[in-house]
T-cell receptor, first 113, second 115 residues
Framework: GENVEQHPSTLSVQEGDSAVIKCTYSDSASNYFPWYKQELGKRPQLIIDIRSNVGEKKDQRIAVTLNKTAKHFSLHITETQPEDSAVYFCAASKPGGYNKLIFGAGTRLAVHP | GAGVSQTPSNKVTEKGKYVELRCDPISGHTALYWYRQSLGQGPEFLIYFQGTGAADDSGLPNDRFFAVRPEGSVSTLKIQRTERGDSAVYLC?????????????FGQGTRLTVV
């Protein structure tokens, strides 16, 4: 069945460093890849997304890249800040005409001052 | 309201009991989704509504789980004969349209604990 693998499961960086989280998906027909940030006890919130007709997208300190051939996509956070500390989830849409998302298991990012 | 609202925020129930979890989507959003998030895992799809009808219930784990959306807005997830393995955070999400690249907005979830 559909599967999204996410690595690493935990990531610890110093403030100001970059953080990279990688995901792979199994269904080559997936065409929408959102990233969600979830702080402890709070709702998942969309931080950036990318569609299959685009290879890269950037929003201030956050960027996402997509390699459809390899079925890989990655989240890049530059100049990390303590408030970036949270669990990050990647997801891939399951084709079917609606927004059914298959999520990765999450990456717990800790940014140390 | 401004966002997706879920009630209750926490629910503790005894094994074997029946529970109902409520979701108020963002006004005007036609698509509504239920997900389940176990500790340390990503959300797992349960069911999708377009309007009043359940267009995809393939993620419901068994027939103890049922969901309705009678007027195309508020949805209720119902769990019969609860088991300890049902303990998780149940998340509801809504989107303006059901299209695949439309942002899904999540509620804060209901944390269900079955003791």
């Amino acid at each position: 069945g559909e599967n999204v693998e996410q690595h690493p499961s935990t990531l610890s960086v110093q403030e100001g460093d970059s953080a990279v989280i990688k995901c792979t998906y199994s269904d080559s027909a997936s065409n929408y890849f959102p990233w969600y940030k979830q702080e402890l006890g709070k709702r998942p919130q969309l931080i950036i997304d990318i569609r299959s007709n685009v290879g890269e997208k950037k929003d201030q300190r956050i960027a996402v890249t997509l390699n459809k051939t390899a079925k890989h996509f990655s989240l890049h956070i530059t100049e990390t800040q303590p408030e970036d500390s949270a669990v990050y989830f990647c997801a891939a849409s399951k084709p079917g005409g609606y927004n059914k998302l298959i999520f990765g298991a999450g990456t717990r990012l800790a940014v140390h001052p | 309201g401004a966002g997706v609202s879920q009630t209750p925020s926490n629910k503790v129930t005894e094994k074997g009991k029946y529970v109902e979890l409520r979701c108020d989507p963002i006004s005007g959003h036609t698509a509504l989704y239920w997900y389940r998030q176990s500790l340390g895992q990503g959300p797992e799809f349960l069911i999708y509504f377009q309007g009043t009808g359940a267009a995809d219930d393939s993620g419901l784990p068994n027939d103890r789980f049922f969901a309705v959306r009678p007027e195309g807005s508020v949805s209720t997830l119902k769990i019969q004969r609860t088991e300890r393995g049902d303990s998780a955070v149940y998340l509801c999400a809504s989107s303006l349209t059901p299209q695949e690249n439309t942002e899904a907005f999540f509620g804060q979830g209901t944390r269900l604990t079955v003791v």
